[in-house]
């Protein structure tokens, strides 16, 4: 579930794998993911897109209705 403006959070049974398909271990059931970029505990979220401002982008697809 993303935040508005802010980190992705992951709950439950899950894996990180990095793009070279090495495992990360997040140490715990529920974790925040950095969206904006900046953190210093990537890919965890440390609380610096508060810093920074970020604003999530808008450009996402709108489905259309369904008729």
Do not use: N, W
């Amino acid at each position: 579930m993303p935040y508005q403006d802010g980190p992705l959070i992951v709950r439950g049974d899950f894996e990180l794998v990095t793009p070279d398909g090495e495992t990360i271990d997040p140490g715990r059931a529920t974790v925040a993911l950095c969206r904006c970029g900046r953190s210093a505990v990537k890919p965890f979220c440390d609380g610096t897109h508060k810093a920074v401002r970020f604003r999530a982008g808008t450009d996402r697809e709108t489905p259309a209705p369904r008729t």
